[in-house]
């Protein structure tokens, strides 16, 4: 059975806080991709302390992926699936997949598992950025993926370019 964690608003803000420096010296992103319903919040409060003076506000993205399942029980508590559901995904009527080329893409949740879905996450992304690529013939520019999580069970924060699965 999963194992909830709570934290409050004040320790998520906190956590973002302490990390935005290491993530503009180590990465920075162009792009912030969150994985919602709870990538959402954390996205938004980095976004805030990754904005340096005289530099536009990074754009986030959203996709939507579940991996949760109720039971069917009157026991509301969820456990992990063995399938990824795509429930939304990127607006290519507002980005256009060639403005992913060469970017450096942040992929913010608030919760990793079973690393499940962050590995669908990039993977999927992956895919769209090389089809745009070679649509687009813009040749070798490389895109890089990094992972930001609030919390991971039982492992703690982890980040870095094209290692969604470096613990």
């Known amino acids: 059975m999963v194992q909830k964690v709570y934290v409050t608003y004040n320790e998520i803000h906190k956590l973002c806080q302490a990390s935005a420096e290491r993530i ?16 959402y919040v954390p996205a938004r409060i980095l976004r805030s302390f990754l904005k340096r003076p005289g530099t536009p506000n990074i754009p986030i993205q959203a996709i939507g ?9 009157d026991d509301p508590v969820e456990e992990p699936g063995t399938k990824v559901t795509r429930t939304q995904w990127l607006d290519l009527s507002s980005i256009e997949m060639s403005n992913l080329i060469g970017k450096n893409i942040l992929i913010v949740d608030e919760v990793d598992d079973t690393r499940t879905t962050l590995e669908y996450a990039v993977k999927e992304l992956e895919k769209d950025v090389e ?8 040749g070798a520019q490389q895109t890089c993926f990094s992972v930001f999580v609030v919390h991971v069970s039982s492992v703690g924060l982890f980040m870095g370019p094209n290692h969604a699965d470096d613990r």
């Open 65 to 73: 992926l579940s991996l949760y399942e109720t039971l069917g029980t």
């Open 24 to 39: 503009l010296n180590d990465f920075q992103p162009n792009l912030i991709i969150a994985i919602g319903g709870g990538g």
């Open 131 to 138: 089809t745009a690529r070679q649509q687009s013939g813009k």
